[in-house]
């Protein structure tokens, strides 16, 4: 009796300690759901889903404050992901919140005062420059957010949108016409007997 | 005789190699204009290093590489630069491409020529005059060959025991490398010994179909005659045989893994007219500004041809002389080629053959049915894929799981569409998914990077406030420390009221501005001869009744 208790709490007592300690050791830091519904957003850190970025947008996805068809740059595939995540509705965008094409953002140098306002507000760093020196964009890591736009003082940004190249060019679905098969049954002259027999009367 | 392996599946199209290989090659003649892309290989374009008006010689470097796989661009003949602008190419989008405008001047003059002996120089000089010289693949890739030369990454020391020269030509139509084994085999064959050294390759097999025997006996020939161990082996004429790939199986009996490349198992596998290419840049200091092309199909004088890279392709049909009932035109050929979108468009390194098309000759496919799942395609892929499977996630778009039935391993080489019994467009439908899949995994690229890069940022800006709020916290407590001597003033006046010292505190910090502003000295004046540091003295003497006559003329008025 008293050994069968003792093996007991040993046992209950040695589980619990692992427990204990795998809880401390294998701890996860933050909802491991944002973090997947941060891997399916653009990361483009626009903010035109109402939240300043990506990431805090994915956490208010998983705590059910956002919906999911808030972020235009995904596009509808990005939705339909989301959607697939979490296990919810495809949702359309609401009007005015298509997506638009991809483009990136475009300073006129010649119009450029070098005011830095816009090295402020560019959320990927992909703006160069310094005080009173002309500003560039790093084409390459723009990701289109038109955050910079807004703020510059003579309005020397411009998006421009990124055309068809031979680089970007994709084949396209297969578009065939299929083979449209003569109504010959529907028809009453062709009518072979066996089909007579099976159309109803 | 040697044992060769199968690969699995293969079609048997009709050949229709015969037409075009009764004449010998023909040189082009020098047209009126040529057309040169900066990108015709693969990888990054190359970079114009010569401007509109500049005058050029034959050979000249035009276009520079830029970028890891990249390659040379060079002048097909010597003339004047008259643009460099966006140009339609041969490009299945039919989008336009950076190309020079090249007007010959007739006199067709090298570039000084520069032959090397590949034995003194070390591999790395040779790859990258192979590099410089614009040497790519010309069996359709077009990819760098500088690249494949490069000793393998993970064993930088092993050896690639096999060096296999293709000239298989499985295509229909393509007689291109037949002709140039015909006509140039001592020299492929010294250019395959120059890549064998390069690459310490123990055996060098020559894969040839055996739909061409008069290639096959003038290469042998040539071997004989060099006294090189090569072995020049006549493979079965099955399409596509000549797919690198499949080659290396039928020669070897070895495959080559799924993601991973012929080095690993130590083949390396040349297009015949890439080792002619590359012998010509090495032994004789000629870039590639030529190569072997067809002109075939429904034309009145199929016939071979070497002519100069850039040559617009209306020149070259022009020489064909195409048939009244012509409808179309294809590059390359017809399992893999591509319709052109016009015949304006200029020859590339990749362009092989050109297909003069009619309804006769390539009837227009009949109306796509339904896939029966009869798995005919299965049975001729080479690839040991199931087409049918490929087709049904790539038409539902399902691209992972398309992916998981392994649709990167597909060579597009068209047999599974060539037997579909229903007709359906089965490589199209492959390219479609490919070319989702990789823009999809370029923009989680970019995804990924935007990322990191914005948390970058805010830890950035996080930093250099905690930055900014510890030197304030260090200047505020070294004013704390420096500060002592400073309340015994205040205390001197305890029962002054709080705004006489407000205004105390005021004119001393103007006391102190103006202190400084005295202690400060223009520097640049420092190191001035007397003369120039006079006339200084002299302008701010002016200055200074300048501002005392302005001050007496107007405040008063103000007073």
Known sequence: MLSALLVMSAIAIALGAVLGYSAIKFRVEGNPLADKVDALLPQTQCGQCGYPGCRPYADAIVSGEADINLCPPGGEEGIQKLADLLGVEFKPFGAGAEPKPKAVAFIDENTCIGCTLCLQACPVDAIMGAAKQMHTIIASECTGCELCIAPCPVDCISMVTIGENVENWKWKYPVYALKSVPPKITSPETKSPETKSRTPA | ?559
């Open chain 2, 1 to 559: 005789m040697r044992t060769l392996f199968k690969f699995h599946g293969g079609v048997h199209p009709p050949g229709n190699k015969t037409q075009s290989t009764q004449q010998p090659t023909a040189t082009a003649p020098i047209p009126a204009k040529l057309i040169v892309p900066f990108r015709q290989h693969a990888g990054e374009a190359a970079k114009p290093v010569v401007q509109v008006g500049d005058h050029v010689l034959k050979g000249q470097l035009i276009g520079e590489p830029a970028g890891f796989i990249s390659s040379a661009i060079h002048a097909p003949t010597s003339g004047t630069i008259t643009a460099i602008d966006m140009q339609p190419v041969a490009h299945p989008s039919g989008l336009p491409e950076l190309c020079a405008t090249l007007i010959p001047d007739g006199r067709d003059e090298w570039v000084e020529r520069k032959p090397t002996d590949y034995r003194a120089q070390p591999a790395d000089e040779l790859r990258h005059l192979l590099r410089m010289a614009g040497i790519v693949g010309l069996g359709g890739a077009v990819f760098p060959s500088d690249i494949k030369l490069r000793p393998l990454r993970d064993h930088p020391n092993k050896d690639i025991g096999t060096l296999i020269l293709n000239g298989a030509e499985c295509e229909p139509w393509i007689t291109c490398d037949d002709m140039l084994m015909r006509e140039r085999a001592a020299e492929i064959v010294q250019g395959a010994e120059m890549l064998r050294s390069m690459l310490g390759s123990r055996e060098v097999l020559i894969g040839i179909e055996d739909n061409k025997p008069e290639a096959i006996a003038a290469m042998r020939l040539a071997v004989a005659d060099s006294g090189l161990p090569f072995k020049v082996v006549a493979v079965p004429t099955i399409y596509p045989g000549g797919s690198a790939k499949q080659l290396i199986r039928v020669l070897t009996g070895l495959e080559v893994p799924s993601g991973k490349l012929p080095t690993d198992i130590g083949v390396q596998c040349f297009n015949v007219a890439t080792v002619y290419s590359a012998w010509r840049a090495v032994a004789h200091g000629e870039p590639l500004v030529s190569r072997f092309v067809t002109v075939t199909g429904n034309v009145r004088q199929p016939r071979n041809y070497e002519a100069l890279i850039g040559t617009p392709l209306t020149d070259l049909i022009a020489l064909g002389e195409p048939l009244p009932d012509t409808d179309g035109y294809i590059m390359g050929g017809p399992m893999m080629g591509m319709p052109l979108p016009s015949t304006s468009v200029p020859l590339v390194k990749a362009g092989n053959c050109i297909i003069a098309g009619s309804k006769k000759l390539f009837p227009p496919p009949p109306p796509t049915l339904p896939c029966i799942r009869c798995t005919r395609c299965a049975q001729a892929c080479p690839a040991d894929l199931q087409p049918m499977d490929l087709y049904w996630f790539s038409q539902s778009k399902n691209f992972g799981q398309a992916q998981a039935f392994s649709l990167f391993d597909c060579i597009e080489c068209g047999a599974c569409s060539y037997v579909c019994p229903s007709h359906i467009p089965l490589v199209q439908y492959f390219r479609f998914s490919k070319s989702e899949i990789r823009m999809r995994e370029q923009d989680k690229l970019a995804a990924d990077r935007a990322r990191e890069r914005h948390e970058y940022r805010e830890f950035r800006i996080e930093r250099e406030k905690q930055e900014k709020a510890e030197r304030l916290a260090a200047k505020e407590k070294a004013a704390a420390a420096a500060k002592p001597a400073e309340p015994p003033v205040v205390a001197t006046n305890p029962d002054a009221a709080p705004e006489n010292t407000a205004q105390m505190k005021i004119q001393a910090a103007i006391e102190h501005a103006k202190e400084q502003a005295a202690a400060i000295k223009p520097k640049n004046t420092e190191n001035l001869p007397p003369e120039l540091l006079a006339e200084i003295a002299e302008i701010e003497a002016r200055r200074a009744r300048i501002r005392e006559t302005a001050k007496s003329d107007v405040e008063p008025p103000k007073e």
